[in-house]
């Protein structure tokens, strides 16, 4: 009886989330094709956004567009104890966009940045995992944003 009711309620849940029109924004339907990425500043972190932003490109795009994309890194000290040792640093990326649309010529300017905390530890290692974890992190949150604004730009225009 209970495999009956279990049949009937995935089955339930199947129809209901077809029907919801839900879609993912950045699913499918690539009409971006991102000619030339020029970026500038730290090489680790360029690598990593070209190759994450190449995923919404397409060769067949209709939407031509060169991207330039100036990347700065800053880390600042955040607290200190009374002794004057530093117990949490901040990491600061930012990146500045220029989007060109080769067809219209047409430019845009946005300029995105992402940050985080990490504490220093005892150990120096622990303290450079905690800098590596808090460098990858913002990376991925830095080049979704990206991402998101480039494939939303595109579909208003």
Not at 29 to 55: C, E, M, P, T
Request: net charge positive; charged share 20%.
């Amino acid at each position: 009886m209970t495999k009956k009711i279990n049949i009937i309620f995935i089955f339930i849940l199947f129809i209901l989330f077809l029907s919801c029109g839900f879609k993912k924004i950045n699913q499918g339907n690539n009409q971006i094709y991102l000619q030339n990425i020029n970026i500038k500043g730290d090489s680790r972190v360029a690598y990593l956004i070209k190759n994450d932003i190449l995923f919404i490109s397409n060769e067949n795009g209709k939407n031509k567009y060169d991207l330039d994309l100036v990347i700065s890194i800053d880390k600042t000290i955040k607290i200190k104890n009374k002794t004057g040792k530093v117990t949490r640093y901040n990491l600061k990326i930012s990146g500045d966009l220029s989007l060109k649309n080769n067809d219209s010529l047409q430019t845009v300017n946005k300029s995105f940045y992402q940050n985080s905390n990490y504490d220093v530890e005892a150990n120096h290692t622990d303290t450079i995992n905690n800098e590596k974890n808090a460098h990858s992190s913002i990376v991925q949150q830095l080049t979704r944003e990206i991402a998101n604004y480039i494939t939303i730009y595109s579909k208003t225009k």
